[in-house]
Structures are given as C-alpha cells and as structure tokens.
C-alpha cells in the first residue's frame, strides 16, 4: 500500500506546546503509511532544528508580523499561497494544531476541486480564547463561519477542551476524539540526570516545591506564593519554593515575595534550558492555574517521580482524577492549596506513595502510547 501524504500545518515552529506535539507526530508516526510534510505559515522558531530526519521543511514565508491585527491581515495574504501549495502537492490529509494555520486552511479549502481531509488538533480552551483576548470576538466570528464546515474530524486534549469545542463550534460528539498531549519519557530520563549549572543546593532537611509555567495571570503563581506562605507556617519542615518561568507577571511576583519576607525561601529563576534537572532535584510539584487545557507540566513532573499538587483545571481532572499520584484543589481557592502543601509537606510517606505511582502513569502520556492514537484518527477519516 503506497503511503499517504500527510501535511501539518502550523504556523511556526516557535518553542511550545503545539509545536512540540507536532514534532512528536512527525517524528513517531510510521514512515512506511505516512509521507509527511511540514509546513509552516512563517519559517521562524527555534524548534525548526529538531524537524525529524526524513520530514520536509516548508514555508509560506520568511517571518509574521506582531499584533493580532496584523497577524489577520497577514494570514489573509496566505490564503492563496496555501491553496497553491494544496494544487501542487495534493496531500491526502491536513493536520493542524492552532486556530490561525487552521483557519487559513479553511479558507483556502474554498476553490478547491480535490480537498484534502482536514484534522483540527484543538490544543486551547476556545471559550476562554474568545472571551479573554484580545479581538476574541472577530476571531470566533471568523473560526466559527469558515473552519466547522471544513474539519472531518477534531482532536481534543482534555475532555474539557472536548466539551467547548463541541459548544463552541457546534461539533458533533462523534466528531471529536479526546487525545492528551505526548511527552517524550526517554528524552526526559537523559534530560532530568544532565548536570546543570545554577541549580542551588538544598540546605539538609529542606524541602523544595517547584511550580513551572509563564508567568502570566492564567497560571496564577500570586495564588501560588500566597498559598506557600500560609503553609511555611504550619510546616514542620524548613520549606522553598522554585518557579521556572518567565513573563509579564515577574514585578508583582518580586514584589509579593518581598512584601511576605520570603525573598530566601521563593525562588525566581527564569525560563530554563533543561527543567527536567531542576524537576529532578525537588520534592513536591505543585501547578496553581486557573485554567489549563491540558498541562504537560504536569505529566512532565509525573515522568520525574514527583508527587504533585494541582488545581482541579481540565488538564489536571484528565491526568490526575481518580489516581494515586497526585491532589487536586478547587482553582483560585489559596486556603485548599496551602491546605493541601501543608498536608503533604508533613508527610514523608505520602510523599512516596504518591511518587511511585507518578512515573507508571506518566507512561500513559509518553509518546509511544498517544502517537498511535491519532495515527488512528487518521486513519479513520481518510476515504477508502
């Protein structure tokens, strides 16, 4: 049987988190049924490095502009350059992983004498995107018109994400698949043991909890100090907290850290190259957002052995409800989270009963378990 011609379509190959699930589809689907080709909507980001051996490389252009405004008018432009690279290379299906690429593909679509079959990969919460940022509302008016009648099939990270994308966009429930999001638990285990520098040691008997994320409102690292500070307190234990990251809320987050006297025990490092090394050196994970999709930090922490802590989002509810490997909260609820860090902290076998559940299910995560499952939604949508 010849191979199909798949092409994931995106809009660059900047670091995060769609794009490195692209990667991994690319890079562990079956060469022998799958020709695939990446193309981009601009030829930028740091990822473009790690494009697979045997996968092409294209792109619509050389860069994108900033500004949602610009951004709109831009991908416009796009749209008859998609549908010339759609005649010329006629690939059988077209995955996508963000709004933006999937809309040009829409639009593109029109015109079109042979489609190609098209597979949104829903990789945000849509209501929360159309509500909170800017030119939410153009952009649902636009997702909405021109991508549902396009898309055979949708792929959702979380049930959550199911369930909005199905109000949203008036999906049908048999039209969309609950898929998580991969992580790569060999390229982990080599990562989490590299020696790195500036990863200060723990003085004897402390504790460290490590919190990893943007630093950005929806991530809620302020709730995260607050809490933290309530349970240094109480706890027995001498206690830090480490947050990895970088983003607009640093000055607040300075400031609050300064305001409760625990510049010493809160630690602001930065965007790391490696976290897994950090990951490896704590002790407890804990994620404080007020809404995640899905939450690869969370499963990252799984795959290191940590017992983690988490907001009850759609992202932690899918990876953690009904196991023994971590302890959800309700988001936005400080007094459950120190509750919760407290509790934890004073318990050494908890701790490890929690952690040696973490890592056998952070296999159901890994890259060989979740590939094959879009594998297969490709499969099922391509005509006979």
Request: hydrophobic letters at 50%.
């Amino acid at each position: 049987m010849a191979a199909k011609h798949l092409l994931l379509l995106n809009t660059n190959l900047a670091v995060g988190g769609a794009e490195r699930q692209m990667l991994h589809v690319a890079r562990h689907l079956d060469p022998a049924r799958w020709e695939t080709t990446i193309l981009l909507l601009a030829k930028e980001g740091l990822f473009c490095r790690d494009v697979p051996a045997g996968v092409q490389l294209a792109a619509l252009a050389p860069q994108q502009p900033e500004g949602m405004a610009a951004k709109l008018t831009w991908a416009a432009k796009l749209v008859p350059a998609l549908r010339r690279f759609l005649r010329q290379h006629a690939p059988d299906l077209v995955l996508t992983f963000l709004w933006l690429p999937t809309l040009v593909c829409a639009l593109a679509f029109r015109g079109l004498a042979h489609k190609p079959q098209l597979v949104w990969s829903v990789q945000s919460d849509l209501e929360v995107d159309f509500a909170t940022r800017w030119l939410g509302g153009l952009r649902a008016a636009l997702v909405k018109r021109f991508i549902p009648p396009q898309v055979a099939h949708y792929i959702a990270i979380s049930q959550g994400v199911a369930e909005k994308t199905a109000r949203v966009l008036a999906a049908p429930q048999e039209r969309i698949t609950v898929i998580p999001n991969a992580i790569d638990l060999a390229t982990i285990e080599q990562l989490k043991s590299q020696p790195v520098a500036g990863i200060p040691p723990k003085p004897p008997g402390r504790l460290r909890l490590i919190s990893v994320g943007r630093l950005a409102p929806q991530k809620a690292h302020h709730d995260l100090i607050a809490a933290f500070a309530l349970a240094a307190k109480e706890a027995p234990q001498d206690l830090e907290l480490v947050i990895l990251g970088e983003g607009p809320e640093r000055q607040r987050l300075e400031a609050l850290r300064e305001e409760l006297g625990l510049t010493d025990q809160i630690l602001l490092p930065g965007a790391v190259a490696n976290p897994y090394a950090w990951l490896a050196q704590a002790d407890i994970f804990v994620l404080a957002s007020h809404w995640e999709p899905f939450g690869i930090v969370i499963t990252e922490a799984l795959a290191v052995g940590l017992p983690v802590i988490s907001t009850a989002t759609d992202g932690g509810r899918d990876i953690l409800e009904g196991t023994r490997a971590g302890i959800l909260v309700p988001a936005g609820d400080v007094a459950a989270l120190a509750q919760a860090i407290a509790d934890l902290v004073s318990n050494a076998p908890k701790r490890a009963a929690l952690s040696r559940v973490a890592r056998s299910l952070a296999a159901q995560f890994d890259v060989s378990s979740v590939v094959p499952r879009y594998e297969a939604v490709l499969k099922q949508v391509l005509p006979p």
